[in-house]
């Protein structure tokens, strides 16, 4: 039903597309006064989503004023295909079973071949729709750019218009609908998030901004009463996955600090992401993978109010209604809930790319450590055991946990000392019950928490009070 969903909406993009076509267009290339091609699909920088097999459709259309029926077309360096014009001189042709990668498209007259019109950096590869608050729209003090010996990443900006990525992702300038408008979008992670999944996926990609800041999740519902209304952010977000060909590879949700200041509770929260992941993929085809919210404003927010937004994301990633996005907890942001330097950018894209790696694309990424069980042995000593997915915790220091006797805090230190486990040590014996935190507030932030020994670096799945077994038990 999945699959039969997106070929209709993919199947009813196409004919929008081709009554476009057949309207007016701005004289795109010309030879003499009484010839002319006129193309409006595909734009130059414009990506389509690519299949599981690594191939994808281009839609060509457009007119032909003056030069008969016969045309041909051609992506990259492939063959010219011959295009026949209907007799008022529209066009629309589905270029299909084509690999995905990048290259200009021409079209041109089959008997005047200097007649020819084309788009450069045509792409078949994927496109991620990002939504949130502030974070996903951009709040960075300085644009960020991609790289890419390959590949020109591009953007289906908030002024409907296809263009190469560059910050802010998120401009207003422009702006069609204006219920996500964000005048204070800045630099994002999306530049460097690009630049990771080009390189890994060798594949051209697209952002498709939607996000708004300070948004609570109650406003990311869809309404029933109007599922599609611009007016919403659910719909207008739905138009534009409509207007860039109906499929999309993700949707990159990233929000809760709006929640986590209003003390969303964690079922409350839990239940409306669950609802925005299924309504995502009956509407997109496509699987909303949430982040977990980070670092905060200690004078505007709460221990108890983000630890409930950052649970129920990780509730709702175990249970599989939303895909894991990436951890933020241990990213110190000084005290502030923006990713506004580039290094703070950077760390959060590097993660952004594993999750989307691992749990869009299927590739081989090490799973962040989750604990397993904390025992006491009665003495000085408290033992956690992660799962750790057949691989390691990083040597070292473990910052960021936070042990308590009856409600009291322990002084500890604490260190890796085997490939599953941590050990705490203790200053003196301590009365149960014991409980054990990591990413508790902003009491892992900055720290060097457990962490799994790749070059991913992923730090482990956050718990909060987590019983601790004693001898008494």
């Not at 175990?318 to 990713?339: E, K, N």
Request: proline share 7%; charged share 20%; net charge neutral.
């Amino acid at each position: 039903m999945l699959v039969q969903r997106m070929k209709t909406a993919f199947a009813l993009a196409l004919v929008t597309l081709v009554l476009a076509a057949a309207a007016p267009a701005a004289l795109a290339a010309a030879g003499p006064q009484d010839a002319a091609l006129l193309l409006s699909l595909p734009h130059s920088y414009q990506v389509f989503q690519r299949d599981e097999n690594d191939r994808g459709v281009i839609l060509v259309a457009g007119r032909a004023v003056g030069l008969g029926t016969h045309l041909e077309v051609r992506w990259g360096n492939e063959p010219w295909v011959p295009l026949t014009c209907r007799p008022d001189g529209a066009f629309a042709l589905r270029l299909g079973a084509r690999a995905a990668g990048q290259a200009t498209l021409q079209v041109r007259s089959a008997s005047r071949h200097d007649v020819v019109i084309s788009r450069q950096y045509v792409g078949i590869g994927d496109i991620y729709v990002v939504a949130g608050q502030s974070n996903a729209s951009g709040r960075g003090t300085s644009p960020n750019w991609y790289t890419s010996p390959v590949f020109r990443a591009a953007l289906y900006g908030n002024d409907d218009r296809w263009k190469e990525l560059n910050d802010p992702v998120d401009s207003v300038v422009g702006q069609v609908d204006p219920v996500s408008a964000d005048p204070q979008a800045g630099g994002s992670v999306w530049p460097l998030l690009a630049t990771e999944l080009m390189a890994a996926e060798n594949v051209p990609v697209a952002f498709v901004p939607c996000a708004k800041g300070t948004t609570p999740i109650w406003r990311w519902e869809e309404n029933p009463a109007a599922p599609h209304s611009r007016d919403t952010l659910y719909g207008s977000m739905l138009r534009r996955v409509r207007a860039v060909g109906g499929r999309v590879r993700a949707v990159l949700f990233w929000q809760g600090e709006a929640d986590a200041r209003r003390f969303t509770s964690e079922q409350v929260y839990a239940a409306a992401l669950r609802r925005l992941a299924a309504a995502v993929a009956q509407d997109c085809g496509a699987p909303l993978v949430a982040a977990q919210i980070g670092d905060y404003d200690a004078r505007r927010y709460t221990p108890k109010g983000i630890n409930g937004i950052r649970l129920a994301q990780q509730e709702a990633w175990r249970a599989g209604w939303a895909l894991a996005g990436p951890a933020l907890y241990d990213i110190d942001l000084h005290g502030r809930s923006h990713f506004k330097t580039w290094d703070d950018e950077l760390v959060a894209a590097h993660r952004w790319a594993a999750a989307v790696l691992a749990v869009v694309l299927r590739r081989k990424v090490p799973a962040a450590p989750r604990l397993r069980r904390a025992r006491y042995d009665g003495g000085l000593t408290v033992t956690l055991r992660f799962d750790c997915d057949g691989g390691s915790l990083r040597p070292g220091e473990a910052g960021g946990l936070v042990l308590r006797s009856a409600g009291d805090l322990l002084q500890v230190t604490a260190s890796v000392t085997a490939t599953d486990t941590v050990t705490l040590l203790l200053a003196a014996p301590a009365p149960p019950p014991l409980t054990v935190s990591l990413g508790s507030g902003r009491d892992a932030a900055g720290r060097l928490v457990p962490a799994e020994s790749s070059l991913w670096a992923l730090p482990a799945e956050l718990f909060v009070d987590a019983p601790v077994v004693t001898p008494a038990d």
